[in-house]
């Protein structure tokens, strides 16, 4: 066999310095991309749930949505943790974490009493239930938690979305707008279809008692 004299070798780990220095480059520069991507997506998230939950009174952040937000909110910081545990926003993030866990004594605020708070607050809850389904997609949070969230954020938001047309008609029974006012009662109706039965009964009763209250106002009227 022949061997190879110091020119030669000198040749072969030339080029395997050359083949190798910018292959390492290229898989640190991805795994660096992947690393930033990772802290974005989850800095982006907790922020987003943070920022719909300002939009909503304790009262209305019921067991299962709680339960959810907070194993979501909990994974997302355990990878903000893992690839980067100096992280400025990490301990108070934690510390948003406990006291939203601590509902109702963590996070108090006032109730709803403009029709723009409730406006507000349906489309946070809306936001809440993308965030949780987006989470489930990237396995964040078990189907089962997930999905009794997600369906909790959703049905919270219907509700409130039946009280606001509930309300809209006895803004405009005030100024004797009944056929407008039936208009909204009419809507609340067809709102409280999408609840589940046990949440429903008592709203679609008090809205059918408004209709009814309605109803005989307009005939009247005319």
């Known amino acids: 066999m022949t061997s190879l004299n110091l020119p030669a070798w000198t040749f072969i780990i030339t080029l395997a310095l050359v083949v190798t220095v910018p292959i390492y480059h290229v898989i640190k520069s991805r795994l660096a991309r992947r690393e930033a991507a990772h802290l974005s997506r989850s800095l982006s998230a907790s922020h987003a749930v943070f920022t719909a939950l300002e939009h909503v009174p304790d009262g209305l952040i019921h067991r299962d949505l709680r339960r959810g937000l907070v194993l979501l909110l909990t994974a997302h910081l355990d990878t903000l943790e893992k690839h980067n545990a100096l992280h400025p926003h990490l301990q108070a993030l934690r510390q948003r974490v406990l006291k939203l866990n601590r509902i109702p004594s963590g996070m108090q605020r006032a109730s709803l009493r403009s029709k723009r708070a409730r406006r507000h607050a349906t489309l946070a809850l ?36 039946v009280e606001n047309a509930r309300q809209s008609a006895k803004d405009a029974e005030n100024v004797r707008a009944y056929p407008q006012a039936l208009n909204f009662a009419y809507q609340a109706q067809a709102l409280c279809r999408k609840l589940p039965p046990l949440m429903s009964k008592a709203l679609t009763d008090a809205v059918g008692q408004d209709i009814e209250r309605l109803e005989n106002l307009a005939r009247r009227a005319a």
């Open 126 to 161: 809306e936001e809440l239930a993308v965030l949780l389904k987006t989470g489930m997609s990237q396995k964040l949070i078990d189907q089962h938690d997930g999905a009794l969230a997600h369906a909790s954020a959703q049905f919270t938001a219907q509700q409130i979305a």
